[in-house]
């Protein structure tokens, strides 16, 4: 897989963590990725490569008057170059370059995050299900 210059070296090497090595064949998912909360479907088995990467907002933020929302670190992401490629993924109003991922059904997120110079999305794998 070629992987274009921002991509490659804004990123570390992919290693396969051992608690998601089982969810990960030739380096991209091999099974189906659904939401965690309503099951939608998000991606199709070998449709995302797998990578390592930065940090996300939590998914349930504490209601403060601060500007900048609370992060977790999240290293293994599904890399998405198109964003044709997703099934029911919403996108959120543009943060700086950013623009966070969410389910379309029921929207819950961020499950990860589509950089707008890139126009790569990266989901999280901890951040949905992995099925059959």
């Known amino acids: 897989m ?3 210059e921002t991509f490659e070296t804004s ?4 290693r396969e963590p051992p608690h998601f090595g089982n969810e990960i ?7 189906t990725i659904k939401c965690q909360h309503c099951q939608s ?3 199709t088995p070998g449709s995302a490569d797998y990578f390592e990467r930065d ?3 939590l998914m349930k933020q504490k209601k403060t008057k601060e500007a900048d929302p609370e992060t977790e ?3 293994s992401f ?3 170059k198109d964003m044709f490629t997703f099934q029911n993924v919403g996108f959120s109003n543009t943060v700086g370059t950013t623009k966070y991922l969410s389910c379309a059904d029921c929207e819950a997120g961020p ?3 589509h950089d707008l110079n890139s126009r790569i999305s990266y989901v999280a794998l901890d951040r949905v299900s992995h099925t059959n």
């Open 41 to 43: 479907l998000i991606l």
């Open 78 to 80: 599904w890399v998405v």
């Open 55 to 57: 940090q996300l907002p």
């Open 111 to 113: 499950i990860g995050y």
């Open 73 to 75: 670190s999240v290293s």
């Open 11 to 14: 990123s570390k090497p992919a």
């Open 2 to 4: 070629e992987m274009d």
């Open 25 to 31: 064949e030739d380096g991209m998912n091999r099974r």
